[in-house]
């Protein structure tokens, strides 16, 4: 396989991946609701001769090649409720925003679709694409493999890019996730306090919602401080605490939300229980109760060793020398963790699968900020390195895969 072809490929293909993204950038949409986005990439697959077809609530299936092994090409497409603060010139204006990459994870997808549809008669198996709604939420990986997308034809590998910035990485370069856990467990969960609206000037004709959720958000703390051993890690976040609408008023309820992270099964269940039993308790210490909903979440990315050590093989007969790391080289240990979740590990559990991280930004070229911020820039020249790897991967591993 010529791989100076494929990058050839790619450059040529510069200019509509970069508008395809800018266009994505300037619509965003979250969630499953991606009606523009949706429409706007089953388009430019069928403008590509490629017959998409919905899977699940709002995902879209492609494959092309032949019968063979199948390899399997993800890429998210929605956006987050953050209003962009980025000044560029497509930056989008109506209060949500690609401040995780996932315009650029689909842009480089579609024109590796490209790519792979000029060499579809060289293809010695059958590449599947996967476009995927709903990974913030992290709902959109489980809706696609509940509506079947690692079937008909069966995956026998998947593969994913996640673009980051604001770390002094040279855009384009590949660090390929180490074998085993490289991205934790998550949930989200929902905390509704219950209580007995009054006066503002009579707290003791009432039940106070917001004293009771107070109190739950600093106890709920006390889960890592007190409860989790040293050799194991875990996060817990409340991230929204709604109550009450004026300054005089004690309401009747108070909302929580928030959502936690870690490594291993038994502490993710000790978090389950302690999260119920501490703001049952805690509520119940100030007269009112709790009512805790468990609402998305996903399991552990576990990183196939093999597929790691083929990719490690394949990226670095396409890029430049330096242009690809291994993770558990560069962190000088046999496991290299992020602390970021990614719905993607619904996949790992079923499939050989690996995650691959492509620098795109660096602090001291104009991308200090990081991923889901406000200010979130990416640089655009991490698109072509991104859609051929894509694309070669694919060749590659399907070629390999007919001789054996």
């Not at 993204?21 to 499953?32: C, K, Q, V």
């Not at 403008?47 to 998409?52: D, F, T």
């Not at 739950?216 to 605490?241: C, D, H, K, P, Y």
Request: proline share 5%; glycine share 8%.
């Amino acid at each position: 396989m010529n791989r100076e072809a494929i990058l050839n490929q790619a450059r040529a293909l510069e200019a509509q991946c970069v508008a395809d993204r800018r266009h994505l950038h300037a619509n965003p949409e979250t969630g499953f609701d991606l009606e523009q986005t949706f429409a706007y990439v089953r388009k430019r697959l069928e403008e590509m001769g490629l017959s998409p077809q919905s899977c699940g609530r709002c995902g879209l299936v492609c494959t092309l090649g032949r019968p063979g092994k199948t390899i399997l090409l993800r890429a998210d497409m929605d956006a987050l409720p953050i209003r962009e603060e980025t000044g560029l010139d497509y930056a989008s204006a109506n209060g949500c925003m690609h401040a995780c990459g996932h315009d650029m994870h689909t842009a480089m997808l579609l024109s590796a679709a490209q790519i792979l549809k000029s060499h579809e008669a060289e293809l010695q198996g059958t590449v599947k694409l996967m476009f995927q709604s709903a990974e913030e939420p992290l709902q959109g990986a489980q809706d696609m493999v509940d509506a079947g997308v690692l079937e008909n034809p069966h995956v026998d590998a998947a593969l994913m890019f996640h673009v980051m910035t604001g770390q002094s990485i040279p855009a384009g370069t590949v660090i390929i996730s180490a074998p085993g856990v490289s991205a934790p467990a998550a949930g989200m969960f929902t905390i509704r306090v219950q209580g007995k609206g009054s006066h503002g000037a009579m707290p003791n004709t009432g039940v106070d919602p917001i004293n009771a959720a107070a109190h739950i958000v600093l106890a709920l703390q006390e889960i890592n401080a007190r409860e989790i051993a040293l050799s194991e890690s875990a996060a817990l976040t409340i991230g929204m605490f709604q109550a009450g609408n004026t300054a005089n008023v004690i309401p009747d309820a108070a909302v929580l939300r928030g959502n936690y992270r870690t490594f291993s099964d038994e502490t993710m269940e000790l978090l389950r229980r302690r999260i119920v039993e501490i703001s049952q308790g805690v509520a119940a210490a100030f007269r009112a109760s709790a009512e805790v909903s468990f609402d998305s979440g996903c399991p552990t990315l576990v990183n196939d060793a093999a597929l790691s050590a083929r990719v490690e093989g394949y990226l670095a007969e396409l890029l430049a020398p330096g242009q690809v790391f291994n993770a558990a080289k560069i962190a000088g240990s046999s496991v290299s963790r992020s602390s970021g979740s990614e719905d993607f590990a619904n996949l790992s559990h079923r499939v050989p699968s690996l995650m691959m991280a492509l620098a795109a930004g660096e602090p001291d070229k104009g991308h200090a900020q990081p991923l889901h911020s406000p200010g979130t820039t990416f640089d655009e020249r991490a698109l072509v390195p991104g859609c051929a790897s894509f694309a070669y991967l694919a060749m590659r591993y399907l070629e390999d895969e007919a001789k054996i």
